[in-house]
């Protein structure tokens, strides 16, 4: 078994986590639920965090290294032992209380594995295959934690988390440059006259924007899709939790656009009075 511990400590990942879960445009475990629904969504918000840090701010050399750590306190996890890692052992109460399965949290490695060796994409299809590993196995280890699974939302929820992700990427584009990657379609970069460099800029380019609006566009339809089957089939705690995904998703694009897609002089983030009303009238119209 590796024994490689990550660069930081588990207090200042619990740190960390705290800030990241206040800046998140799509809250994870909003305090308007239980104690209980709080704990497993942070538990699994922690995993999901530990793995993107590991992949990208550990030092390059000790990435694979260390999410063999993560795979092989997994395999504990799912055994019934007592993995290493503190995040892990946090997981491991959740996977037990809620019966999680084993494959959404090896797809979420597997994500930061590819992205070791992966740095762009052709096609949004291409990048809609990374959102299967990066995206989608979280919004399905939502549906176990509210005990909604084997309701035929699956679909549904994929469609949304892979929203979540593409408009995340919109947002981030600078710093996903600026980190070695680009996740906007290389073919569409070149549909519209862009070239790299013009992600390295101080204000986005007209050409860019273009780009930019098409994706946003494309996780709108996505969204639109995936949402109403999704909060249909969808009751209590879990139905307001994943309305404020939907509504989260919903701001942003708004940001996006009132912003003009100038992601880079200053990436555009919800407002929060326009998040909370998108909030309300997802629970009420079921994601319309």
């Not at 990241?20 to 639920?33: D, I, K």
């Not at 949004?124 to 699974?149: K, T």
């Not at 609006?213 to 949402?227: I, S, T, Y």
């Not at 879990?238 to 002089?265: I, M, N, P």
Request: proline residues 6%.
């Amino acid at each position: 078994m590796v024994t490689t511990e990550p660069p930081w400590s588990a207090e200042e990942h619990e740190r960390a986590l705290d800030g990241l879960a206040r800046r998140e445009n799509f809250p994870v475990a909003t305090r308007l639920l239980p104690r209980r629904h709080r704990a497993d969504l942070r538990a699994v918000y922690g995993f999901a965090r530990l793995v993107d840090d590991i992949g990208d701010e550990a030092p390059r050399g000790q990435r694979a290294a260390l999410l063999d750590s993560v795979d092989d306190d997994l395999d504990l996890v799912f055994k019934g032992r007592t993995p290493g890692l503190p995040q892990l052992r946090n997981l491991a109460c959740t996977v037990r209380a809620r019966g999680l399965p084993e494959e959404p949290f090896r797809r979420l490695v597997q994500a930061n594995r590819q992205d070791q060796v992966v740095a762009r994409y052709t096609t949004f299809e291409e990048l809609l295959g990374y959102c299967d590993l990066s995206a989608n196995p979280v919004g399905r280890i939502v549906l176990h934690v509210f005990g909604a699974q084997g309701r035929g939302l699956e679909e549904a929820s994929d469609q949304v988390c892979a929203a979540l992700q593409v408009i995340e990427h919109c947002q981030d584009a600078g710093a996903d440059y600026r980190a070695g990657r680009i996740y906007l379609p290389g073919e569409d970069l070149r549909r519209f006259g862009c070239s790299e460099e013009d992600l390295a800029r101080a204000v986005t380019p007209t050409r860019l924007r273009g780009v930019l609006a098409l994706q946003a566009g494309r996780a709108r339809e996505l969204l639109d899709r995936g949402a109403a089957p999704l909060l249909a089939g969808l009751h209590g705690w879990a139905r307001l939790a994943v309305a404020g995904y939907v509504a989260g998703g919903r701001a942003t694009l708004a940001a996006l656009a009132r912003g003009r897609y100038d992601v880079l002089a200053c990436p555009p983030r919800p407002r929060r009075a326009v998040l909370l009303a998108g909030w309300a009238c997802s629970l009420r119209r079921g994601g319309r």
